[in-house]
T-cell receptor, first 116, second 113 residues
Framework: GAVVSQHPSWVICKSGTSVKIECRSL??????MFWYRQFPKQSLMLMAT?????????EQGVEKDKFLINHASLTLSTLTVTSAHPEDSSFYIC????????????FGQGTRLTVV | GENVEQHPSTLSVQEGDSAVIKCTYS??????FPWYKQELGKRPQLIID?????GEKKDQRIAVTLNKTAKHFSLHITETQPEDSAVYFC????????????FGGGTRVLVKP
């Protein structure tokens, strides 16, 4: 199947700093990618839909100025957590579906963010 | 928007028994229903999916049924094995690749040897 690669797999940062997470579709093009956050023992909650060449669409309650999304190419989307706080500590996962139809969503391996 | 409810939240079965997880969705325009298995700290992995033009799909020990009229779909795992222990998520989506998946709350399955 298709591969979505996410980097880094884990990161520890100090409170107040920013962290960038990359999501790449390695063998297919994805005009749209999705960013999820997952707290322990909870479901995947969609944060935003990343659109290549245009602004991301954020879900209700997600601060667009805090979670900056850039989708500069058909294979790369980035999520930057700005001014991170301990409550932002979570598992962040991206996913992408191959352009052109009703298809499986492929997930990155996730990024475990710990803010200290 | 779409809302997906999943039950039960936890399920404990004896090895060899069957496990059934049920989901309901709210958006009648949803037409793609995948099931994912997630092990601790790992990415969700697709185990089976169904589209709205069929009512049932089977892959070895795993089957999914869909009732569009009632807007619910179910996952059936037969002859469960300890390696089936994981968290399972259902999801629903409209067709195009640009449409988001909405996930159910998840079911933690424990298969006891």
């Amino acid at each position: 199947g298709a591969v979505v690669s996410q980097h880094p797999s884990w990161v520890i940062c100090k409170s107040g700093t920013s962290v960038k997470i990359e999501c790449r579709s390695l063998d297919f093009q994805a005009t749209t990618m999705f960013w999820y956050r997952q707290f322990p023992k909870q479901s995947l909650m969609l944060m935003a839909t990343s659109n290549e060449g245009s602004k991301a669409t954020y879900e209700q309650g997600v601060e667009k100025d805090k979670f900056l999304i850039n989708h500069a190419s058909l294979t790369l989307s980035t999520l930057t957590v700005t001014s991170a706080h301990p409550e932002d500590s979570s598992f962040y996962i991206c996913s992408a579906r191959r352009d052109g139809g009703n298809t499986e969503a492929f997930f990155g391996q996730g990024t475990r963010l710990t803010v200290v | 928007g779409e809302n997906v409810e999943q039950h039960p939240s936890t399920l404990s079965v004896q090895e060899g028994d069957s496990a059934v997880i049920k989901c309901t969705y709210s958006d009648s325009a949803s037409n793609y229903f995948p099931w994912y298995k997630q092990e601790l700290g790992k990415r969700p992995q697709l185990i089976i999916d169904i589209r709205s033009n069929v009512g049932e799909k089977k892959d070895q020990r795993i089957a999914v049924t869909l009732n569009k009229t009632a807007k619910h779909f179910s996952l059936h795992i037969t002859e469960t094995q300890p390696e089936d222990s994981a968290v399972y998520f259902c999801a629903a989506s409209r067709g195009a690749a640009g449409n988001k998946l909405t996930f159910g709350g998840g079911t933690r399955v424990l298969v006891k040897p």
